[in-house]
């Protein structure tokens, strides 16, 4: 009795677990065309913690703060690119998700074409030469006439002369 008592206690504490950690919802803007404007210029963006997640998703502080900062610029009446612009300006491309293709990005956007390139082409060359090395076995004639004594099915044949 005293353990299922247990148990059950167990269970409604684990199950009571993630209500202990909710926090509040953030607050939305008073302006929900000003909140829905946010939301769709920070999908666009990287959390600069997270490095995983958009600005939009991530509830980092700074992702908080940033999201606070792109309303005010929203309310300031800057357009989506002015705003974007100036989030480039402070913090780089790599708050963008998708970063513009120009030669400091070179590296991002064809780095991994040309490092699976050149996996291809060293496994090519690899295989190539490997094949080169192998030869196929040889057999001596007695070992050839085990293998055929065998196959027709002389099990005197095939032990070693030294037990016959």
């Given at each position: 009795m005293k353990q299922r008592l247990a148990i059950l206690a167990t269970a409604v504490l684990l199950g009571l677990a993630p209500v202990a950690h909710a926090g509040e919802a953030a607050p939305l803007?008073?302006?929900?065309?000003?909140?829905?404007?946010?939301?769709s210029i920070s999908e666009e963006l990287r959390c600069l913690v997270c490095q995983n997640e958009s600005l939009a998703a991530s509830r980092a502080e700074l992702a908080e703060d940033l999201r606070r900062e792109v309303r005010s610029l929203i309310r300031e009446g800057k357009s989506d690119a002015e705003i974007r612009d100036y989030l480039v300006s402070r913090y780089g491309d790599f708050v963008l998700y998708r970063p513009p293709v120009k030669p400091t990005t070179w590296?991002?956007?064809?780095?991994p074409f040309v490092i699976l390139a050149g996996a291809i082409i060293g496994l090519i060359?690899?295989?190539?030469r490997r094949a080169g090395q192998i030869t196929p076995p040889t057999l001596s004639a007695a070992d050839r006439a085990a293998a055929e004594a065998l196959?027709?099915?002389d099990p005197?044949?095939?032990?070693?002369?030294?037990?016959?």
């Open positions: 803007a008073a302006d929900p065309a000003v909140e829905a404007r946010m939301i590296l991002l956007w064809f780095g060359a690899y295989l190539r196959l027709a099915g005197k044949s095939t032990q070693p002369k030294d037990q016959a």
